[in-house]
């Protein structure tokens, strides 16, 4: 998978739970859109030009993506990493000390441990 595909598939699954909630507000066309995205992704196939037609350019002609939606919130330990239990992406998240482990949202699986 290429390196820009891996980063916006990191970038989905670190949103996706937010995301999520957004979109169950839109049309049935674009929470079946969303849910394609992520069947995709879990199979490992690119999913980036889907995210063109999830955030079509705004009148504006301004591009909206998954991005500004808010993150997970601070308060993590940089003492343990935590990769993509399926290695589709460079997701990274890290687990408070003694706290749960951290999930792929989008395989659901917990995530892998990283060395160092």
Do not use: N, Y
């Not at 699954?13 to 992704?41: F, N, V, Y």
């Not at 935590?82 to 000390?97: H, N, Q, S, Y």
């Amino acid at each position: 998978m290429h390196d820009d595909e891996r980063a916006a598939l990191a970038r989905l699954c670190d949103q996706l739970p937010g995301l999520r909630t957004e979109i169950a507000k839109h049309p049935a066309a674009t929470r079946e859109l969303l849910a394609r995205i992520e069947s995709r992704a879990r199979a490992g196939e690119p999913v980036r030009a889907l995210f063109a037609e999830l955030f079509p350019p705004g009148q504006a002609g301004v591009t909206r993506t998954f991005e500004a939606l808010p993150s997970l919130g601070p308060g993590r330990s940089s003492e343990e990493r935590f990769g993509c239990p399926a290695e589709l992406c460079d997701r990274e998240a890290t687990a408070k000390p003694a706290g749960p482990l951290p999930r792929c949202w989008l395989t659901g699986r917990f995530m892998r441990r990283r060395a160092g």
